[in-house]
């Protein structure tokens, strides 16, 4: 078959792995790894050492250079200890207890040289945001168990990268005369490269010396020559150059590190899922199968005790309730990074005839499939069991940060409904946070937005920015996540005719904001007149259409159950749905 195709089907298939992923709002790494297998031991359609010869290992070392990279971008220091105890123990002394649990039980039950298995304790140590936040959106746990599980896959993704290397480089090191010296001419060779690297990059992008377009070019391939040099420098060098590269770029004063990390996301998009599937494709099912009960029983050490024994240490003294602990206990599912870095350094210590070398990869594949299939099916039950769960998405994306969206927002706050406000105007979103919201700087719709935007427990979109063009774009951008019924735009004076012509072309039209006759001109102008937000209790006895006859100019906003489920009114609002709610409304 032609290698051209199998490339350009590769390719394909990732893209459509991810979409899929996507669309079912799971994580991706399953169906990218079931589609490597599939076509690979399976089917025997890919055969990835046959089709690429001697150029699979550079490939993928490459491409783990770049995973590593980015990975060390995105770790700042200050952000350790900037979300809590709880995550900075978990990201730290919770690290080393899981890889010290899940390295003795490793040892114990494949006699795995003790080196090997402190290496897989350190690849399975870290979670991940890709797998960790489709998963936090389909349970919907309590916002303090979603903030610390979301902000511990962040931040313990490049940490356990960096353990990982760490560990690799010493084993490497360790099979030599003179060990230890060869061990500190590694580290020693990717400090001196890794930071040098990074200033010669750090000063050519601030001090303008390349032009804009060519910045995120120019770093990819940068990383990449860097790796190489070091590799050349010091053998088995590269990956932990240019893991202290990311790591020192990431901490550099007004580096601009987000429009870097934007480009490697897009790269990422394409690379990874390609890279990921070429792994799987070389899986030993047979290898996998042969694991057995041993195999089973590692997962439920690292299921049922080593991630509640690093949970239970980290908060202690933390305030976190019984059930809150046992949730985040359950849910620790891991990630591609692990699989990725696992298969390379597998092919990279085959001659280094350690025992249990060739069980690395299919321990880390087993734990992943795993963590991610039990945890992520069982995750909702185990959250109603424990009754941490949310009863719905009930908060709310505010786009925009003008005097309107602002009362929105202060309004939903003052109701106990989780709201975040979103914003690409710098003082406008400085005075909202001001007053207390919760906010984004940035461009909702941008690629950087889709991995910093938290919207655990958000469940509907207000777009009342003055922008009209971004309140579009935000509401396709978020009408599969959020569904077109809570999707809802403010309609400006002039743009009334359009969504009539729209609606006749049959083309997506979001709910009208509040009644029809409601336009963001008439709510700034009740604002500059100085109404404000009156709550009233709708009854049978005085129902809704009784309030609109006693208060003509107010602007009904929103009904509140007991419940304190919110309902939004709209155009498609019924009158009678609001006997026994709380109505907030705008009035003078």
């Not at 290397?165 to 360790?174: A, D, G, R, T």
């Not at 107010?554 to 609001?578: G, M, R, V």
Request: net charge positive.
């Amino acid at each position: 078959m032609d290698i051209a195709f199998q490339f350009s089907a590769l390719l394909a298939l990732g893209i459509g792995a991810q979409w899929l992923a996507w669309y079912l709002k799971q994580p991706s790494v399953l169906f990218l790894l079931f589609t490597g297998i599939i076509i690979g031991p399976v089917l025997g359609w890919f055969q990835p050492d046959k089709v690429m010869g001697d150029l699979l290992f550079p490939c993928i070392s490459l491409g783990v250079a770049i995973i590593l990279f980015e990975g060390a971008l995105t770790l700042q220091f200050h952000e350790i200890s900037q979300h809590g105890r709880v995550v900075q123990n978990l990201v730290t002394f919770g690290t080393l207890i899981t890889i010290a649990v899940l390295s003795l039980a490793t040892y114990w039950l494949f006699k795995l040289d003790i080196r090997v298995a402190i290496l897989f304790g350190a690849l399975v140590c870290v979670t991940g945001p890709t797998v960790i936040a489709p998963m936090l959106r389909s349970v919907r746990p309590r916002t303090k168990i979603a903030n610390i599980l979301r902000w511990e896959g962040i931040i313990i993704d490049p940490i356990g990268a960096i353990a990982v290397v760490l560990v690799y480089e010493y084993i490497v090191s360790n099979g030599h005369e003179n060990s230890l010296l060869l061990f500190s001419k590694i580290v020693l060779v990717a400090v001196i490269c890794g930071g040098l690297g990074a200033v010669i990059l750090a000063n050519a992008i601030k001090r303008y010396w390349l032009p804009e377009y060519m910045r995120n070019v120019v770093t990819f391939a940068f990383v990449l020559i860097l790796f190489s040099i070091s590799n050349y420098l010091e053998s088995q060098s590269g990956l932990l150059t240019v893991t202290i590269l990311g790591l020192t770029l990431a901490n550099w004063p007004q580096f601009p590190r987000q429009s870097i990390l934007a480009f490697n996301e897009s790269l990422t998009l394409l690379f990874i899922p390609t890279l990921f599937i070429i792994l799987a494709a070389r899986m030993d099912l047979a290898a996998l199968l042969g694991l057995g009960w041993h195999g089973l029983l590692l997962l439920m050490i690292a299921m049922f005790v080593a991630r509640p024994l690093a949970v239970w240490f980290s908060s202690i003294h933390s305030g976190l309730t019984v059930q809150e602990k046992l949730m985040i206990s359950w849910i620790g599912p891991r990630g591609i990074v692990a699989a990725s870095i696992a298969s390379l350094f597998a092919m990279r210590l085959e001659h280094q005839h350690l025992a249990g070398t060739e069980l690395l990869a299919p321990l880390v594949f087993l734990i992943i499939i795993g963590t991610v299939l039990i945890q992520g099916l069982g995750a909702k039950t185990i959250a109603i069991i424990l009754k941490v769960r949310e009863p719905a998405n009930n908060g709310v994306l505010i786009v925009g940060s003008n005097d309107v969206a602002l009362m929105l927002a202060n309004t939903l706050k003052q109701l106990n409904i989780d709201v975040l406000v979103a914003d690409y105007h710098y003082i406008q979103i400085a005075r909202a946070r001001m007053q207390g919201l919760r906010t984004y700087f940035g461009n909702p719709v941008s690629e950087n937005a889709q991995t910093q935007l938290d919207l655990i427990g958000i469940g509907h979109l207000f777009a009342v920015s003055r922008d009209k063009e971004l309140n579009t774009l935000c509401e396709l951008q978020f009408r599969h996540e959020f569904g077109e019924q809570n999707i809802y735009r403010i309609r400006f004076a002039e743009e009334q005719h359009l969504t009539a012509r729209a609606q006749k072309q049959h083309q997506f039209v979001s709910r009208q904001l509040f009644e029809k006759e409601v336009t963001f001109g008439r709510l700034e102008n009740m604002l500059n007149k100085q109404a404000r937000i009156k709550i009233t209790n709708i009854t049978a006895a005085y129902n809704y259409q009784q309030y609109c006859q006693d208060h003509p100019q107010a602007i009904p906003l929103f009904l509140q159950d007991k419940n304190n489920t919110l309902y939004i009114i709209s155009s498609e609002f019924q009158p009678a749905s609001a006997i026994g709610k709380r109505l907030i409304a705008l009035d003078y």
